[in-house]
């Protein structure tokens, strides 16, 4: 008999705003509940913390090296995720008794697959120990060790929504959050995969420098402005884009530097044009063109940024919202589901979404101390 198992999903992504939270009931195959869901901001000092770390990781050539304030940012985080657990639990009137598992990404810090090294910083351990439930973390790592991206992860999981929901295929979602990511399906077997480029995380980026907030809200200020041909031409002739997939990126490998001149609004203008663009000229690679784009992840609510991606490609652009599908939680219901996937030894990375040579399982199984 197939085992249900209630999982709950934990994403902090690169856009360093905080923790998605999603329970999900699965068999890690083609049984997908998607039930309850929240998210815990990360405050101004944890972000910044994080920002530090972040840098302090750059020189860092061994994943277990937590020098500098990466030590002191990995406690943090982990006391924000065990927080945000027990209150969602709560919220939702539920107990530890009640989770099978959860699955933990962690905050990414430096992502370099060409060299072997990624690095999401986060005891999961203490985790395990402080919450009582099971822990499935570090699901990237055995996807690098074996010459593979390591990214993106949910593939297969949009591949079961897809299943669930009866979506024609082919079918490609594009979840934009700081990086910008899609998946195009036919079938399980038959995924491509790959970081487009970046999604909001320049944008944020921009945005707060200038006015302190940490995103453009609405779209209101790449509305008020004008894009700048040349700028966004010179931000397209980054190699990356030239580069066939599998590929990936960390959020730092862009940079505003090309828009700096502009003013505030032409910038940010600038800026969105650059993430829909960038989405575009991932169009060259994909086997067939989608009947349907399901847009995820933050940028979904970027009124702006929905526009040019409506100007910029062929077929349908769908909120995935319209769908029934919750935006802001589909990437945590689905480190839920590959929690699952990874104790029923089920692949999670696939020869088309991350490169590796075969499909693979991944994640590190923790389990509560005696002594918690």
Known sequence: MTRIYNAIGLMSGTSMDGIDIALV????????????????????????????????????????DRRGRLHAAEQQITHAHAKA????????????????????????????????????????????????I??????RAADVAEGGQGAPL???????????????????????GGVANVTCISGREDMLAFDTGPG???????????????????????RAGRV???CLEQLLSNPYFDLPPPKSLD?????????????????????TAFSARAVAAALRFLPTVPKTWIVCGGGRRNPSLMNALSDSLAGDLVNCDALGLDGDAVEAQAF?????????????????????????????????????
Not at 26 to 52: F, M, N, W
Not at 207 to 218: C, E, Q
Request: aromatic share 6%; hydrophobic share 40%.
């Open 200 to 222: 909001n995380g320049l944008l944020d980026d921009w945005s707060a420098l200038h006015t302190g907030s940490p995103m453009d809200r609405d779209g209101r200020l790449a």
């Open 134 to 139: 099971d822990v499935m973390a570090d699901m």
């Open 228 to 230: 700048d041909e040349a």
């Open 25 to 64: 009931r699965t068999d890690g195959d083609t049984i997908v509940e998607c039930q309850e869901s929240s998210s815990a901001p990360y405050d101004d000092d944890l972000r910044k913390l994080i920002v530090h770390a972040i840098e302090d990781a750059a020189s860092v050539s061994d994943r277990r």
């Open 251 to 271: 959020r730092a490998d862009f940079t505003y530097d090309a828009v700096s001149r502009l003013s505030v609004e032409d910038g940010a203008a600038t800026l």
């Open 154 to 176: 949910v593939p297969v999981f949009h591949h079961a929504l897809a299943v669930v929901h009866g979506i024609d295929m082919p079918v490609a979602f594009l979840n934009v």
């Open 85 to 132: 657990v027990d209150r969602f639990l709560s919220e939702n009137a539920l107990s530890g008794r009640d989770i099978d598992v959860i699955g933990f990404h962690g905050q990414t810090v430096l992502h370099r697959p060409d060299i072997k090294l990624t690095m999401q910083i986060g005891d999961a351990g203490q985790l395990a120990s402080m919450t009582g």
């Open 336 to 372: 839920a589901y590959l929690a699952v996937r990874c104790l029923n030894g089920a692949p999670i990375t696939f020869p088309g979404t991350t490169g590796v040579d075969r499909p693979m399982t991944g994640g590190v199984h923790f389990v509560p101390s005696q002594a918690a």
